[in-house]
């Protein structure tokens, strides 16, 4: 039975692959919900739970 290649050895022997547009569109737009939310969030628990 052929040994398997180690997972760091794989990886040494990749090429880099930059970003597709699309793949970066979609960090952006996850990146900004989820400030979005956090400020609706603190918001939220400042005006319902204010002590």
Known sequence: ???E???AEEL???EH???LP???KLIAWSIGAGVILLGVLIWLS???FAG
């Open 17 to 19: 692959e930059p970003l």
């Open 46 to 48: 400042d005006v319902f």
């Open 12 to 14: 040494k022997t990749m």
């Open 1 to 3: 039975m052929p040994e």
């Open 5 to 7: 290649p180690r997972i």
């Open 22 to 24: 699309v793949e970066k």
